[in-house]
């Protein structure tokens, strides 16, 4: 089936540490996603990807890392410098400049330990 | 900067009644606006609307936009206890990015 993985589903952080959520997809898109949830709010843009080897910050990249070496693959890294990291992770693709929307993973729930 | 408000921020209703979701944008270069419904954990895509006036709708679901007052509704006619969830609007400008503005959501209660 086609779609987006996430994982791991539930990670916990140790203060200092950094951590890695994976994202992988296999419906082909060309761009790619990562939104942070907080409770009770919308979604707001870390980074994305249009095409493999690049990627832009969006809103909230403080303390986030991404690297996109494969078109189905776009980790995110929590650094140690991000001192609120607690929140849903949700990862999206979609097809560039289409109108097509964008689908999304299951999340990672992220917590400090 | 872009923005995007739900209203109302949660709602409770019991099984049959009808609700209405209200969205408001602010957006340079507007492209599109989704509607998702968020349970536990993946936002599902419900509609994607581009033109003002055309209703699009799927079975009790119903959605319209207006881009003249910058704001749509979502409508959920006989509501049912599995429409208990978060409803997420976005709005998509023409950038490089394609990238969505999200609303804070409304979380929908439906008791039975």
């Known amino acids: 089936d086609g779609g987006i993985t996430q994982s791991p589903k539930y990670l916990f952080r140790k203060e200092g540490q950094n951590v890695t959520l994976s994202c992988e997809q296999n419906l082909n898109h060309d761009a790619m996603y990562w939104y942070r949830q907080d409770p009770g709010q919308g979604l707001r843009l870390i980074y994305y990807s249009q095409i493999v080897n690049d990627f832009q910050k969006g809103d909230i990249a403080e303390g986030y890392s991404v690297s996109r070496e494969k078109k189905e693959s776009f980790p995110l890294t929590v650094t140690s410098a991000q001192k609120n990291p607690t929140a849903f992770y949700l990862c999206?693709?979609?097809?560039?400049?289409?109108?097509?929307?964008?689908?999304f993973g299951d999340g990672t729930r992220l917590s400090i330990l | 900067e872009d923005k995007v408000v739900q209203s109302p921020l949660s709602l409770v209703v019991h099984e049959g009644d009808t609700v209405t979701l209200n969205c408001s944008y602010e957006v340079t270069n507007f492209r599109s606006l989704l509607w998702y419904k968020q349970e536990k954990k993946a936002p599902t895509f419900l509609f994607m609307l581009t033109s003002s006036g055309i209703e699009k709708k799927s079975g009790r679901l119903s959605s319209i936009l207006d881009k003249k007052e910058l704001f749509s509704i979502l409508n959920i006619t006989a509501t049912q206890t599995g429409d208990s969830a978060i409803y997420l609007c976005a709005v998509e400008a023409n950038n490089a990015g394609n990238m969505l503005t999200f609303g804070g959501g409304t979380r929908l209660m439906v008791k039975p």
């Open positions: 999206a693709s979609s097809r560039f400049h289409s109108n097509q929307p964008q689908h």
